[in-house]
């Protein structure tokens, strides 16, 4: 499973630049409070589609690395949890494997 799910906080949406915020559908943008609804929702319902072995990977924004590692791990249903950086060195990426 991979997504590139909708991750900014819904404050930091309006302060995007018009690049983005201009071109890009709000609903592609806006992941909630604090940008984790969708990645919450993906880590929940993921371990029912995948079997095990499968893997399970997503985009996030920085600073949210270490909040979604702890929201695998709690879940219980992941192992060998990794973040990957971008090019530019920012923790983007996360992938997991169904146990």
Known sequence: ??????????DTV????PEVANHEPHLALDGGIDGL??????IQVSPEYLQSGGVW???MMVGQAEIVCEL?????????????QD?????????????
């Open 14 to 17: 309006l302060t995007l630049d």
């Open 72 to 84: 695998l791990e709690t879940n219980g249903n992941y192992r060998d949890i990794q973040i990957h």
């Open 37 to 42: 609804d969708f990645i919450r929702h993906l």
């Open 87 to 99: 090019l530019a060195g920012i923790e983007r990426f996360a992938i997991a494997f169904i146990k």
């Open 57 to 59: 990977l997503i985009e």
């Open 1 to 10: 499973m991979i997504s590139n799910p909708p991750y900014i906080p819904s």
